[in-house]
Structures are given as C-alpha cells and as structure tokens.
Nanobody, 130 residues
Framework: VQLQAFGGGLVQAGGFLRLSCTGS????????MGWFRQSPGKEREFVAA????????YYADSVKGRFTISRHNAENTVYLQMNSLKSDDTAVYYC????????????????????????WGQGTLVTVSS
C-alpha cells in the first residue's frame, strides 16, 4: 500500500490550497480516508475524514467551515480543499487510510483516532504566511 500526498506550498493568510492524496496497492474505494497534520513542536492532530463511499465527512473544530474533504474513487484520490487559511494551519499534512474495509463507525471519534489508520503518506508541507 502506498499513499502519496501533494499540493502543499506557501500561501498568504486568507488564501487557499487543495491537497491531493493518491493511493496504490489497495482497493481505494473500500477504505475510509483521513487527513492529519503536524505543526512544529506539536503532536500530530486530526483534520478531516471521509467514509469509504464518500457518504460521511468529519472535521476538526478548528477547520470546520473552511476545509472540505472529498474523494474520487475512480481516480484513487482523496482531496482536502483548504480555504481561508490561517497561520495556525501551517503544518505538514498527512493522508492516511483506515484499512478496515467498508466500515462505518458508530461514533465520530472513531474517525479521528490515529490508531484507526494503518497506512500513511509521506506528508506535504503547507506554510501560511501572515
């Protein structure tokens, strides 16, 4: 299984970026996908998740209303559209796959837990200048 994230870069506060993550070596459409981020000196944190069929999306409170997660299963790709970026959004962003096939969880918190995700991409750096 390989996940490759790209689309990071330098953007001014208030701007936007779209991250992409492409999966290979797995039946992409079977798995919930998540985005996490890690800022310097901080622990990695949940950003957003989407169910295997795209029917459910979940967001951290800090990004709700500004970020949108989506997926295109035919292209084995998950996206993170980031709008109204703030300096606090500066981080390395990681995509991850929960390899429990076609699974729905009863609680939102299950989608936010790092330990649910078994495969990780290499990360892409987003820098927001103020």
């Amino acid at each position: 299984v390989q996940l490759q994230a790209f689309g990071g870069g330098l953007v001014q506060a208030g701007g936007f970026l779209r991250l992409s993550c492409t999966g290979s070596g797995l039946t992409f459409s079977n798995y919930n996908m998540g985005w996490f981020r890690q800022s310097p000196g901080k622990e990695r944190e949940f950003v957003a998740a989407i169910t295997w069929d795209g029917g459910g999306t979940y967001y951290a409170d800090s990004v709700k209303g500004r970020f949108t997660i989506s997926r295109h299963n035919a292209e084995n790709t998950v996206y993170l559209q980031m709008n109204s970026l703030k300096s606090d959004d500066t981080a390395v962003y990681y995509c991850a796959a929960d390899l429990a096939a076609r699974t729905y969880y009863s609680s939102r918190s299950s989608y936010t837990q790092e330990q649910r995700y078994h495969a990780w991409g290499q990360g892409t750096l987003v820098t927001v200048s103020s």
